[in-house]
């Protein structure tokens, strides 16, 4: 089962611009993760965000989460080469498992 | 941090045969374990939740007579592939949760790459 999606499917931008994706999600929440995966790689935990937090900052990350409307956005600032990858936002309700979204492809070019 | 660690990294098999994926909590204790696959260019989805001492729970859709997840101890849980085909080929990946409660951290797995030939 998925949770949701996310927006854009796929981001292509210039290194030093910002990359905005946004996730939308169907139920109640306990918090929504945010994690990156390179190709063919294994997850990295970017940021966490509990139901009742609205922004959360973590170096370049930026997340956002508006439970009234079940979205989230996550933004990087400044976005370099190497944060080209795949992003996901995970949702967990109380003693479940992490449901992820769909996610989106971003492309940094030099 | 906590560790999960994924065995194999990869795997190649013939089809018709069974290839068992192991994942296993470092240094905490994991009642709680989740195993998810991965198609190329599509997100992770749920297979299971692999339960300590008791049957694991399926999502809805997946065999459970094809993915056998054996959880017999704390740090140990495996998913057994059974009469491989080729679409079953794709990236598993495991994750266990630390402690009990909600608010408790989840953990991944590297993932393990399983071509069926």
């Known amino acids: 089962s998925q949770q949701g999606e996310e927006d854009p499917q796929a981001l292509s931008i210039q290194e030093g611009e910002n990359a905005t994706m946004n996730c939308s999600y169907k139920?109640?929440?306990?918090?929504l993760q945010w994690y990156r995966q390179n190709s063919g790689r294994g997850l990295v935990h970017l940021i966490l965000?509990?139901?009742?937090?609205r922004e959360k900052h973590s170096g370049r990350l930026r997340v956002t989460l508006d439970t009234s409307k079940k979205s989230s956005s996550l933004l990087i600032t400044a976005s370099r080469a190497a944060d080209t990858a795949s992003y996901f936002c995970?949702?967990?309700?109380?003693?479940?498992?992490?449901?992820f979204g769909k996610g989106t492809t971003l492309s940094v070019s030099s | 941090g906590a560790v999960v660690s994924q065995h194999p990294s990869w795997v190649i098999c013939k089809s018709g045969t069974s290839v068992k994926i192991e994942c296993r909590s470092l240094d905490f204790q994991a009642t709680t374990m989740f195993w998810y696959r991965q198609f190329p260019k599509q997100s992770l989805m749920l297979m299971a939740t692999s339960n300590e001492g008791s049957k694991a729970t399926y999502e809805q859709g997946v065999e459970k007579d094809k993915f056998l997840i054996n959880h017999a101890s704390l740090t140990l849980s495996t998913l057994t592939v059974t009469s491989a085909h080729p679409e079953d080929s794709s990236f598993y990946i495991c994750s266990a949760l630390v402690g009990a409660t909600s608010g408790n951290t989840i953990y991944f797995g590297e993932g393990s790459w399983l071509t069926v030939v």
């Open positions: 995970a949702t967990r309700q109380a003693g479940t498992a992490l449901i």
């Open positions: 965000i509990r139901s009742n937090e």
């Open positions: 139920t109640s929440i306990n918090n």
